[in-house]
T-cell receptor, first 113, second 112 residues
Framework: DAMVIQNPRYQVTQFGKPVTLSCSQT?????MYWYQQKSSQAPKLLFHYYDKDFNNEADTPDNFQSRRPNTSFCFLDIRSPGLGDAAMYLC????????????FGPGTRLTVL | DQQVKQNSPSLSVQEGRISILNCDYTNSMFDYFLWYKKYPAEGPTFLISISSIKDKNEDGRFTVFLNKSAKHLSLHIVPSQPGDSAVYFC???????????FGPGTRLSVLP
């Protein structure tokens, strides 16, 4: 009965080759988030959706895009991955914005060759 | 510029003793704080939270203390159990906003 599911768990791509990471949720939460976490660092928020309303963090590179076709699914597209984009990508959801608890998926570890 | 700091990358504690994990922040606008626990190969899971109107919040073996003047919070685990071994992240937000800023984490090892 997983609540936030991320596929794949491990993704290998080549330098410059577009890659898509997916996240789905069974919680029917309104808000979905994407975080990037590099080794031994804090998770860094890339963007979030409140329903269909997209909110991009100011320092998120243009190379990163996101799509949310419906409440359950959210995708992270990396248009031209560089070596510096190798990281763990965490998806999270929350019922509402504000101080609501975020529920995290297990993450997708991206390797860029 | 790290707004949320966890200066101890790791901590080892004997089973049954108290674990104290510390977190410091620089932004005085932060008004809501959370602790997350993360096991290997899993995403972070919510542990406990505290808002700036309180200085203490307790949930079972877990207590979070907030010292606003010092911009410091701490998580106490009593008694510590081997299953508590994980990475603990402190996170903060302001205006009760959804943009949480995470600390780098502290790896807790509870030794049997």
């Amino acid at each position: 009965d997983a609540m936030v599911i991320q596929n794949p768990r491990y993704q290998v791509t080549q330098f410059g080759k577009p890659v898509t990471l997916s996240c789905s949720q069974t919680l029917n939460h309104n808000v979905m988030y994407w975080y990037q976490q590099k080794s031994s660092q804090a998770p860094k928020l890339l963007f979030h959706y409140y329903d269909k309303d997209f909110n991009n963090e100011a320092d998120t590179p243009d190379n990163f895009q996101s799509r949310r076709p419906n409440t359950s699914f959210c995708f992270l597209d990396i248009r031209s991955p560089g070596l510096g984009d190798a990281a763990m990508y965490l998806c999270a959801t929350s019922r509402a914005s504000g101080s609501d608890t975020q529920y995290f998926g297990p993450g997708t570890r991206l390797t860029v060759l | 510029d790290q707004q949320v700091k966890q200066n101890s990358p790791s901590l080892s504690v004997q089973e049954g003793r108290i674990s104290i994990l510390n977190c410091d922040y620089t932004n005085s606008m932060f008004d809501y704080f959370l602790w997350y626990k993360k096991y290997p190969a899993e995403g972070p899971t919510f542990l406990i939270s505290i808002s700036s109107i309180k200085d203490k919040n307790e949930d079972g073996r877990f207590t979070v203390f907030l010292n606003k003047s010092a911009k410091h919070l701490s998580l106490h685990i009593v008694p510590s159990q081997p299953g508590d071994s994980a990475v603990y992240f402190c996170a903060a937000s302001y205006n009760y906003g959804q943009n949480f800023v995470f600390g780098p984490g502290t790896r807790l090892s509870v030794l049997p």
